[in-house]
């Protein structure tokens, strides 16, 4: 069974909707360990209480000592160390709360993606996974999934878009836990 590292920065809503997908057998891993770069997250605690081990990750490169199958950043808001990258290239997952290549990069994160995206006036938004590569939101995109934006504001679309989030993530970890995930260059299929 693939062991999987989760990253996080902050209350972990991603992180307990693969908490349960694991427990129910949907995606058939194992989250072994959940490190989260801030302390006192409410992450944290939901970890915890599935009996998963946490860790106040200050040393990212510690990630290259042990060998995971998959690193999800579910919310991980630090950009993570070069030979951390290449260690685990095509195996580590990302989740962000737009379609990129709009509204990401260096600034882009949590909220103010969502108020940047109602400022612009875009009519549709969404979110991205993607494989983490050296630069911030430009790995190869796994899956992503939108919806229009209405008479929305910051806050609404951020609800809207962190459903379609806890939706896009499962589907992804499971498709690379089942080994239906290819990468080509940059262009990723996900296979029946
Ligand atoms: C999520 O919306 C995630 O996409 C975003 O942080 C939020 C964490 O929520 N990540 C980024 O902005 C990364 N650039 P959560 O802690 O409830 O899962």
Not at 21 to 50: P, Q, T
Not at 99 to 119: E, N, R
Request: hydrophobic share 35%; glycine share 6%; proline share 2%.
């Amino acid at each position: 069974m693939m062991n999987i590292a989760v990253l996080i920065s902050g209350s972990g809503s991603n992180l307990q909707t693969l908490i349960d997908a694991c427990e129910r057998k949907e995606i058939d891993a194992k989250i072994v360990s959940v490190y989260s770069n801030k302390k006192n997250v409410y992450g944290l605690n939901r970890a915890e209480k599935h009996g998963i081990k946490t860790y106040h990750l200050e040393d990212l490169e510690s990630l290259c000592d042990t060998n995971y199958d998959l690193i999800v950043l579910a919310g991980f808001l630090k950009i993570l160390p070069k030979n951390v990258v290449e260690k685990y290239e095509h195996k580590i997952i990302n989740i962000h709360p737009s379609l990129i290549p709009s509204f990401c990069g260096k600034g882009y994160y949590g909220m103010k993606v969502h108020q940047a995206v109602i400022d612009y006036g875009v009519k549709v938004t969404g979110c991205t996974t993607h494989f983490v590569s050296e630069g911030a939101d430009e790995g190869p995109i796994i899956m992503q999934k939108w919806l229009q934006v209405e008479d929305d504001d910051a806050q609404s679309i951020q609800k809207k878009v962190l459903e379609l989030e806890h939706q896009c993530l499962v589907e992804s970890v499971k498709a690379f836990v089942e080994g239906r995930i290819e990468v080509k260059d940059r262009k990723v299929s996900i296979h029946e």
